[in-house]
């Protein structure tokens, strides 16, 4: 059974940096692009960012922009999200996510949960003194 699986969550100060990773049990991610959203307390999931499958071409969404950076390692088939200069804010459940057959990432700072078929169960960064 597909089984998205997501690591590196944790506990960070204000201008920390934490790596989030993602794999797939039973799926290889390289040929299809991957997203990362988050959830915080009391408040509805948002797209972070995603990467296609070739180029590649990536998207961030603005609140994330020029400190989150998504990338993909072909050869252990993973995608990473590497975290700096965190904030309070980006305190929430991380989760990767993929879809069935196709997601289009544009690389825009829209990142759609629409087309994901395949979910994580998240990994959890705090961002606190």
């Known amino acids: 059974q597909l089984q998205f699986v997501e690591s590196g969550g944790g506990l960070a100060q204000p201008g920390g940096s934490l790596r989030l990773s993602c794999v797939a049990s039973g799926f290889t991610l390289d040929y299809y692009s991957i997203g990362w959203f988050r959830q915080a307390p009391g408040k509805e999931r948002e797209g972070v960012s995603c990467i296609s499958s070739s180029d590649p071409t990536t998207g961030y969404a603005d609140s994330v922009k020029g400190r989150f950076t998504i990338s993909r390692d072909y050869t252990k088939g993973m995608v990473y999200l590497e975290m700096k200069d965190l904030k309070p804010e980006d305190t929430g459940l991380y989760y990767c996510?993929?879809?069935?057959?196709?997601?289009?990432?544009?690389?825009?700072?829209?990142?759609?949960?629409?087309?994901?078929?395949?979910w994580g169960k998240g990994t959890l960064v705090i961002v606190s003194s």
């Open positions: 996510a993929g879809p069935e057959a196709y997601y289009y990432c544009s690389g825009s700072n829209q990142i759609s949960a629409d087309g994901m078929d395949y």
